[in-house]
């Protein structure tokens, strides 16, 4: 019910059907034109993520990010003694799987940000498209700062407070709503500055990453978990172009840049860059593999395409009963479609959710 009662965030329940209307025309799908995004991006992300966040709740929990997941394979030994007539000496080999949880690498995830960040307790940290705070509550119990989220949607604001204050970190941590691209923020105002995959919506790169260099103090770091094409995309590549048009629908995208553009955004705001790396690469788990169909977890079972199979035929269900307002199958359906898109950009890996990259502004311009 809480996920019925979610779709639509602020939207009045009886529009959600126009809401989803309007938002599937800004894409390709739909004859969409990336100038239209880029022009109109705050009421396309808007609209996307009343629409969506609470399926991303329902069905991924409070940090709607991917993650880099470790796996450990542990060597058991064993001997064994079989009489038969004589005495045979058996030796036996096996493998035991001991990985993380999605839930665990989740949080590892947003602990290895925090600790390349340096941060130390009673700092002002700034979360920059914060979503319903699930990294920002984590990162402050974590490192003992106090975190303030940015955020221009009013529903994840709302869902986010009461979050907070549930976790109680109400006193210590908050959310500012506002545009990214232009913060009501004074200059050098914070002592570290993250965004985890949330300044892919931004329709500049640079314009946003100068906006985080003005609110961050001289001498400190930004880092950053980035959407990204990777170099082994091929925009002549009539399949590639399919993959990045259903991710930039399902995850509410005016354009995906490559991870080259995204370097170069940040040299020219100003940063010094202390180290980038694609950290999918090097994940021994694929990142997408929650999503992938041919998955099956327990602990994830909502993203299995069996859990993914209930929970359609639940909003269908609950849109006809009047529980859910109309147009909520229909988000389930581009949600379904980005799933697809991220499944296949990793699999031919030309899309990562984790380009990472960690930042420094210098102490003075001149420096």
């Not at 880029?38 to 991924?60: H, P, R």
């Amino acid at each position: 019910m809480d996920l019925a009662s979610g779709v639509g965030g602020k939207i009045n329940k009886a529009q959600v059907l126009d809401a989803v209307d309007k938002y599937e025309k800004y894409h390709v799908h739909y004859g969409g034109k990336q100038e239209d995004r880029n022009a109109n991006y705050t009421d396309m992300v808007n609209k996307y993520y009343d629409l969506a966040t609470s399926f991303y709740e329902f069905g991924w929990g409070e940090s709607f990010h991917f993650a880099h997941r470790s796996v450990c394979f542990v060597l058991q030994f064993q001997i064994q003694y079989f009489a038969v007539n004589w005495v045979m000496l058996m030796f036996f080999f096996s493998f035991r799987w001991n990985g993380e949880s999605l839930r665990e690498s989740i949080k590892r995830h947003e602990h290895f940000l925090a600790l390349q960040l340096g941060l130390k307790p009673g700092q002002k940290v700034l979360d920059v498209g914060c979503g319903i705070g699930g990294p920002l509550r984590e990162i402050a119990h974590f490192s003992s700062t106090s975190v303030t989220g940015l955020n221009n949607n009013e529903y994840q604001i709302s869902r986010g407070k009461e979050l907070n204050r549930i976790a109680g970190v109400d006193k210590t941590c908050d959310f500012i709503k506002a545009d990214f691209m232009k913060m009501p923020i004074p200059d050098n105002s914070f002592d570290a500055v993250y965004a985890i995959e949330a300044t892919c919506h931004a329709p500049d790169a640079y314009g946003c990453y100068k906006e985080i260099y003005r609110v961050l103090k001289p001498g400190q770091c930004f880092a950053a978990y980035e959407w990204c094409m990777t170099d082994a995309f091929d925009p002549n590549n009539q399949e590639h172009k399919k993959i990045k048009a259903e991710v930039e629908i399902g995850d509410g995208l005016p354009d995906i840049r490559s991870t080259t553009k995204c370097l170069e955004a940040l040299k020219q705001a100003g940063f010094e860059i202390i180290w980038e790396k694609d950290l999918a690469k090097e994940s021994p788990v694929p990142w997408y593999q929650p999503l992938d169909k041919n998955h099956f977890s327990l602990s994830s079972f909502r993203l299995t395409a069996v859990g993914r199979f209930f929970t359609r035929n639940m909003v269908k269900a609950l849109e006809f009963a009047g529980l859910a307002p109309k147009g909520s199958l229909r988000v389930q359906d581009f949600l379904e479609k980005a799933a697809e898109g991220l499944v296949e950009g990793g699999k031919k890996e030309i899309f990562t959710p984790m380009y990472f990259f960690l930042a420094r502004k210098p102490l003075s311009d001149n420096n």
